[in-house]
Nanobody, 122 residues
Framework: QLVESGGGSVQAGGSLRLPCVLA????????MGWFRQSPGKAREFVSA???????RYGDSVKGRFTASRDNAENTLYLQMNTLKPEDTAVYFC???????????????????WGQGTQVTVS
């Protein structure tokens, strides 16, 4: 079970940090990532981190967002800085438990999803 938190409303230029806990899983660290979705738009890739913490980012967030993980706690974090109104979306945590490496950045390749947390930037 993936559980996100940390969403909220912030002014443009501000920061938020989103944690995501992979609860009840004892199979070792695997690929985990973040996606986001705005009304009327497709789900967009934000970041994906393999078990070592190596991360790939979507073009729209490079240089502003940083993902990190605490494998002992099965937790993935997304630090979002210099937020823009276009970052407004529901942010979803996802996991591909088949591999320690991230093999894809397509939402369809991630079988496990959190419930999402709303981020609003004004």
């Amino acid at each position: 079970q993936l559980v996100e938190s940390g969403g909220g409303s912030v002014q443009a230029g501000g920061s938020l940090r989103l944690p995501c806990v992979l609860a009840g899983y004892a199979g070792g660290s695997k690929c985990m990532g973040w996606f986001r979705q705005s009304p009327g738009k497709a789900r967009e890739f934000v970041s994906a981190s393999d078990s070592s913490g190596r991360t790939r980012y979507g073009d729209s967030v490079k240089g502003r967002f940083t993902a990190s993980r605490d494998n002992a706690e099965n937790t993935l974090y997304l630090q979002m800085n210099t937020l823009k109104p276009e970052d407004t979306a529901v942010y979803f945590c996802a996991a591909d438990l088949r591999s320690r490496m991230c093999r894809s950045y397509e939402p369809s390749e991630y079988a496990y999803w959190g419930q999402g947390t709303q981020v609003t930037v004004s």
